[in-house]
């Protein structure tokens, strides 16, 4: 049973105007880095979060899918969400803890099968409607993605690189269909609908074919992407990987295969931090495929020692990748997605964290000396970059932040978590 509403023990109107913020503008405007303008490209630039954080990738069709492919979630953390309802309250609560406008990130296992269930291949509009009036009703744009995984048809590890017509028709269907529910997301909330193709196609041990599954591949992708569909409501993406639990020894879907198709096609690359070998970064290779593709997804993650998909903090490879969008001026051409997983601690406080971090991350990167290091740079003043790079880490940004939560009318850090816990208590504990 749903809390009828949840009550916020908690004033948010004690957030006390920030005294160290004027002094930190002026610190910044030392070195040149306009603090007004870099808190409103902060509220301007949305993050897409994903609902799979809130149920541990679980989904809607039955109550005991069993996540495969590859994707795991460990921890039992108890009170997650096991409807649709308590899926949007949580969404509501992490979102209310998280300042800005954001976008939801949605699976088509996550669809609203209340009129009865849809296989894959068969999922309508219909089954989705009443996320995009949520959606609606919070103000936001939503993304979407096919669920090529946790389905009988997927359990051999090969979906549209199967060997079996039949098998790869199934999924062409289902990812054709994905699209088209895209474009609806897209035109009914007026921003267009970024829809991510990942599939777990892969082997476990030495291929004797490397090449017949990405010859498959690329016929199974060329027919879902066939039908023509206005770039104004749908963004088409491709998602690679290195490696997975179960396709260890082969991916299809490559880092080189991806890269290539999505230029030939000029569609989206997805780069998802957890994707390539452990200590590759993602920031190095933005301004590579920006080159040549129109614009990106990213996937921010944070995988530790595999792609383990922990939840987002503020570490370096996070720095260094919205360094590179504001650097290379790559925030209009890219689209901000979180993927993580944890099962370990409390789900709504680790949507916070995550995307907390994330535009932690990219307010640094705004709030750093960007035009004066490019200059350093230009003169070959090298022991100046590195002096000022090092210099500008310690300037005030925790002030900016705060400063930021409260022109959102947003809990700070050190008192959003407070919420969590209210919740956890009223809601998350009686589940
Ligand atoms: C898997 C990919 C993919 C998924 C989600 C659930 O390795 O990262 O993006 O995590 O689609
Ligand atoms: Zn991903």
């Known amino acids: 049973m749903l809390e009828p509403s949840f009550h916020c023990p908690f004033d948010h109107n004690k957030f006390m105007p920030n005294s160290y913020f004027n002094d930190s503008v002026e610190r910044y405007a030392e070195i040149g880095v306009d603090v007004e303008a870099a808190l409103t490209t902060l509220a301007e630039v949305p993050i897409s979060m994903h609902c799979w954080q809130g149920d541990d990738v679980g989904g809607f069709e039955s109550s005991d899918t069993t996540l495969g492919s590859g994707l795991a979630v ?8 096991r409807t649709i309802d308590e899926l949007r309250q949580d969404l509501e609560t992490a979102m209310r803890l998280i300042p800005g406008q954001h976008r939801l990130n949605l699976h088509a296992i996550y669809g609203d099968f209340s009129s009865g269930k849809a296989d894959r291949n068969a999922i309508e509009l219909k089954h989705f409607q009443s996320w995009i009036d949520w959606c609606q009703a919070q103000g936001i744009g939503m993304d979407f993605n096919p669920s090529c995984f946790s389905h009988p048809k997927a359990d051999d590890g090969m979906t549209l690189a199967h060997s079996d017509a039949a098998i790869r028709d199934f999924w062409i269907e289902h990812c054709k269909r994905c699209r088209r529910i895209g474009a609806e997301f897209g035109q009914q909330l007026g921003s267009p609908c970024v829809t991510n193709i990942w599939i777990p196609d892969g082997m476990k041990d030495t291929p004797a074919d490397r090449t017949g599954p990405r010859q498959r591949l690329i016929e199974s ?4 992407l066939a039908e023509n569909i206005d770039r104004a409501h749908l963004l088409d993406a491709v998602e690679c990987k290195l490696f997975g639990i179960g396709s260890e020894s082969y991916v299809v879907g490559s880092h080189e295969f991806y890269l290539g198709y999505a230029i030939k096609n000029q569609i989206l690359l997805c780069l998802d931090a957890g994707h390539f070998h452990p200590t590759e970064g993602i920031a190095d290779k933005i301004s590579s495929v920006l080159q040549f593709v129109p614009e ?25 990748i919205f360094q590179e969008l504001v650097r290379g001026d790559y925030l209009a051409r890219t689209h901000i997605g979180l993927d993580f997983f944890d099962a370990s601690i409390n789900r709504i ?6 995307t907390r971090a994330t535009q932690k991350a990219l307010l640094l990167a705004l709030l750093s000396p960007n035009d004066k290091l490019q200059q350093l740079e230009q003169a070959g003043d090298y022991s100046g970059r590195l002096a000022l790079m090092e210099d500008a880490r310690m300037l005030p940004a925790g002030a900016v932040w705060e400063e930021f939560c409260r022109r959102s009318d947003t809990a700070g850090d050190l008192q959003w978590l407070e919420e969590v816990r209210a919740y956890e208590a009223q809601v998350l504990a009686k589940r």
């Open 296 to 320: 990106i997804l990213l996937h921010v993650s944070r995988g530790v020692r595999w792609d383990s998909d922990h939840v987002v903090v503020l570490d370096d490879p996070t720095k260094a």
């Open 74 to 81: 460990t921890g039992n953390y108890p009170g997650k969400a």
């Open 221 to 224: 992708l060329d027919a879902v």
């Open 349 to 354: 406080a680790a949507w916070c964290i995550g």
